[in-house]
């Protein structure tokens, strides 16, 4: 099955997704572009540079699309890119920086639209309705790009124990571990790596 929307807890799990082709035939010739906003504090170029070395092999062209403020965020070029790609990569960083960024902007109205996207790490949060402050484990706005989950990495179990309690009882929310792999088909959500743990409350429950 060719999916929408990857969610993955590293590179190594975004190059495994790839590979067994689950956002279709993303190899030579395909038109990949990565979007560092998330990691514009701590090396942005370098976060792309990660993602291309990490789809080296694929064949596919990828470019980095420099989005790191909010005045990059209106840039008519990169909202034309996004809607052009046969792949959005999302890199990992500061999802409160990224949804800073991203909100009420042309570039956040694409990525919104984008056909196939792939959210690495920690910036998988901001795409739900419902996002997870890790400075503190509170739930707290989302973008609501890619809607039906609350999303978070590891963290402290004292802290996972805080969100949980703090999310309404009806709320699914995914711990998304570094091999773990989401994956929307356009109408649900799937595991596809089991390297998550979903819950509702704090009760265990399966996707």
Do not use: K, N
Not at 26 to 42: K, N, S, Y
Not at 63 to 85: N, W
Not at 100 to 122: D, H, I, M
Request: proline share 4%.
């Amino acid at each position: 099955m060719t999916y929408s929307t990857l969610l993955v807890g590293s590179l190594g799990a975004l190059r495994a997704g790839l590979d067994d082709q689950l956002l279709g035939d993303i190899g030579p010739g395909a038109d990949v572009v990565v979007l560092p906003t998330a990691a514009a504090f701590t090396g942005a170029a370098e976060a792309a540079l990660a993602v291309a070395g990490a789809l080296e092999g694929t064949g596919a062209s990828v470019e980095a699309l420099m989005v790191t403020d909010r005045a990059s965020a209106d840039e008519p070029h990169f909202v034309e890119r996004l809607g052009q790609a046969d792949l959005v990569v999302l890199c990992d960083g500061s999802p409160l920086h990224a949804r800073t960024v991203w909100r009420a902007t042309p570039v956040g109205e694409a990525l919104s639209g984008a056909r196939r996207l792939a959210a690495v790490g920690s910036v998988a949060s901001v795409l739900g309705v419902i996002m997870i402050d890790p400075r503190g484990g509170a739930p707290t706005t989302g973008l609501g790009y890619r809607p039906g989950l609350v999303v978070c990495v590891g963290e402290g179990e004292d802290q996972l124990t805080r969100t949980r309690s703090l999310l309404a009882a009806d709320e699914t929310l995914v711990v998304l571990g570094p091999s773990g792999v989401l994956a929307h088909d356009g109408t649900a959500w799937h595991v596809i790596v089991d390297d998550v743990e979903v819950t509702r409350g704090h009760q265990r429950v399966v996707l």
